[in-house]
């Protein structure tokens, strides 16, 4: 997996880093082991989830808040939406075929040149040049957000540790039992299949990858080795499951009002990984870390972290803190709890080296200032610009929620329209329309102008508010 760190914008051209960081695992993680127990979690039918009593739930909350202090930090990967992948010509489709989007250099095969794309760059900085950052792409940042109102509201920021790119890995496809991994390194076509390719050449060894008598090659799924990732890694600052669940959507948020990623959990286009520790009240140091993995909505994010949070102030309570140990847990949604996945690797397991075959990536001023130029109005300056409209803050967080539905409003008081009226309009029944009919705001019949209209139409008392909804397009 490789990595390349930038180190502050000045005003002059700088180096960000004397060269970018390849970070390859040494050996071979769970590659088509096979054994009793499945490493990663495999694709399953959904299970009903287990209801915690409020009783219990509250109870257990109570003894945190009481007697111990839950501490939280994310790492956050964001899949780049960029045409090609990091450093070759492939492009990337969710969903494609196993291995119809590979070439020499996003296999990792020895004697290739990687070239890094520009845009990777771009989308970068784009993400790190608002106000979250006092010095731009690096480190010593931070994100604000709003709660919402039903979890207590209130106003929060939460530190950015930094912020890098790396190249995605692939992945290896699970057998009809289960029994094989999902992540795979680069480092297992390096070692095993370089003989193979020198003496046959690249088609020879692509055909020889799906011949149906190497089990081993018939899990392997390379589309997405080479995917552009933005790593973004968060301060311990959080201390709930509903904080960071709501500062990793509002990660989503920003990067699809920025154009950067789809943002969407359900295909891997932002994957959070959760650290948890919990430490008695007043105790300085850090208690033991725990990784949760396999999130894949805000809402199990939240959940997770709740039960890991009680899990480990269980083991407090009983006087076996020894049993948390540093390692990575799978939250699984059947039974609403994190089991061990692994024990955690530590630093020296990742091996980091350079990688001579890529430049030095330097940025000037003016490359900085356009992109800052072109940056649209993201979701924190957005929710200040409508609460001093006098809006609610039910309704700022529903209205910039959505760029697309920001953007709809911000038309509609544009063509004149009456600001409370426009948002009950939005959040009422064009809201409950679309939900029903699974559209989203671009997918309506109705436009800006003509809510505007209607608006107008129904504050002159020209036609009453029943009629406005019976002539309401979107409603049709």
């Excluded at 993680?29 to 499945?38: E, P």
């Excluded at 890995?169 to 992540?183: D, P, R, V």
């Excluded at 001093?388 to 910039?400: E, H, R, Y």
């Excluded at 920001?406 to 409370?420: L, S, W």
Aim: negative net charge; hydrophobic residues 40%; proline residues 5%.
């Amino acid at each position: 997996m490789a990595s390349i760190l930038f180190r502050g914008v000045q005003a002059r051209p700088f180096l960000l880093y004397p060269s970018a960081l390849f970070g390859r695992k040494s050996g071979v993680l769970y590659c088509t082991i096979k054994g009793t127990q499945t490493h990663t979690a495999a694709p399953e039918n959904k299970q009903p989830q287990l209801k915690v009593s409020p009783q219990t739930k509250a109870k257990v909350l109570d003894k945190i808040s009481q007697d111990y202090e839950a501490i939280i930090g994310i790492e956050t990967h964001v899949q780049l939406s960029t045409l090609t992948k990091a450093f070759c010509s492939c492009p990337y489709n969710y969903g494609s075929q196993p291995n119809t989007c590979i070439c020499p250099i996003c296999m990792g095969l020895p004697g290739t040149l990687p070239v890094l794309n520009s845009k990777v760059i771009e989308f970068a900085v784009k993400v790190v040049l608002h106000s979250i950052f006092d010095i731009p792409i690096a480190s010593g940042g931070y994100v604000d957000l709003d709660l919402p109102v039903e979890f207590g509201g209130g106003h929060r920021r939460f530190g950015i540790t930094r912020v890098h790119m790396e190249e995605d890995a692939g992945k290896l496809l699970h057998s009809g039992n289960g029994s094989y991994s999902q992540e795979i390194t680069f480092s297992l076509y390096s070692v095993l299949f370089n003989t193979v390719l020198s003496c046959c050449g690249f088609n020879q060894f692509l055909q020889f990858m799906l011949l149906d008598s190497v089990d081993l090659l018939l899990q392997v799924d390379l589309n997405r080795a080479g995917v552009p990732l933005l790593e973004i890694v968060s301060e311990p600052d959080m201390r709930s499951g509903i904080e960071a669940a709501e500062y990793a959507a509002e990660l989503q948020r920003l990067v699809r009002y920025l154009g950067v990623s789809n943002g969407n959990m359900q295909e891997g286009s932002l994957r959070c990984d959760v650290n948890v520790s919990v430490r008695p009240i007043g105790q300085l140091e850090f208690g033991t870390k725990v990784e949760i993995k396999n999130l894949n909505s805000f809402s199990a994010m939240n959940r997770a972290i709740d039960f890991e949070i009680s899990r480990q102030v269980s083991l407090h309570s009983q006087g076996q803190s020894d049993q948390i140990v540093q390692e990575t847990r799978l939250w699984e949604e059947g039974g609403q709890k994190t089991v061990t996945m692994r024990k955690k690797e530590g630093l020296s397991d990742y091996r980091y080296f350079p990688e001579p075959d890529l430049p030095e990536v330097i940025l000037t001023e003016d490359y900085v200032g356009s992109i800052r130029s072109s940056l649209p109005e993201l979701p924190e300056l957005k929710r200040r610009r409508y609460e001093k409209m006098g809006l609610s803050m039910q309704d700022v967080l529903f209205l910039a929620n959505d760029v697309n539905v920001a953007g709809f409003f911000d038309a509609t008081i544009g063509k004149g329209a009456d600001v409370k009226l426009a948002a009950n309009w939005i959040m009422g029944d064009i809201a409950a329309y679309m939900k029903n009919e699974k559209f989203s705001i671009n997918e309506i019949k109705l436009t800006p102008q003509e809510l505007a209209e209607l608006i107008a139409s129904i504050k002159g008392g020209t036609i009453s508010g029943k009629i406005g909804k019976e002539v309401n397009p979107c409603l049709l």
